[in-house]
């Protein structure tokens, strides 16, 4: 039984604090790819409940993506759009989504981004990130980015940290590890990863800034 609008804010406040759930609520993030880290970051923010998420990746679920990303094999073929949208609505049946199922670039970024107060960034390509990450700190400079760099491998996980390298630049990771033959992607480090982008975004909305 899904439970009503206000009995589910009711049960975030409660958790969250009423001021502070507030500008969760009216907060607008957007996720720039939603595979291993993306994915990741979207259920989070969602189960904080976020106001508007936006949702930005070309590709479709492959089978190769189950092992860390929030997709099921029922959903393999599908756009990740669609299907990270259904299952963030089983988690949060009131949670406002806009989908682009584009590959984003240079030529419709600013579109894409205008309404984002926050950016994630959550690229596998290392091109692409710093694509990403260049327009926004030039084209866009009031917006806040979280990146990522460095997540592969069996390493520590308490290698992964957050650094504010600007005003509103993070970048969260081990800035080190890269994916090879030799060290692939594991689900628990990627989802790390993941969870302090998320955390560094409810921290930008809480005012709660990095030194």
């Not at 240079?106 to 894409?112: C, P, Q």
């Not at 400079?141 to 308490?158: E, L, Q």
Request: charged residues 25%; glycine residues 6%; neutral net charge.
């Amino acid at each position: 039984m899904i439970p009503a609008k206000d009995e589910w804010q009711r049960a975030l406040i409660y958790r969250h604090g009423t001021e502070f759930q507030k500008r969760i609520s009216s907060s607008v993030v957007a996720v720039c790819g939603l595979g291993g880290l993306g994915s990741n970051i979207a259920m989070a923010l969602a189960r904080a409940g976020i106001g508007k998420l936006i949702l930005i990746d070309f590709d479709r679920v492959d089978i190769t993506n189950l092992h860390r990303q929030q997709y099921k094999a029922n959903q393999i073929g599908l756009y990740k759009t669609e299907a990270l949208m259904h299952n963030l609505i089983e988690i949060n049946p009131y949670l406002e989504m806009q989908l682009h199922t584009v590959c984003i670039d240079e030529t419709n970024t600013k579109e894409l981004l205008t309404d984002a107060d926050i950016i994630c960034e959550a690229f596998d390509n290392p091109e692409a990130k710093a694509n990403l990450v260049n327009f926004v700190l030039e084209k866009m400079p009031r917006k806040y980015i979280v990146a990522a760099s460095g997540m592969a491998g069996i390493g520590s996980g308490n290698t992964i940290k957050t650094k504010k390298l600007s005003r509103r630049f993070y970048l969260c990771g081990d800035e080190k590890s890269e994916v090879s033959e030799k060290s692939g992607l594991l689900s628990s480090r990627v989802m790390l990863c993941a969870a302090h982008q998320a955390h560094t975004v409810l921290r930008i909305i809480a005012e709660e800034f990095e030194v």
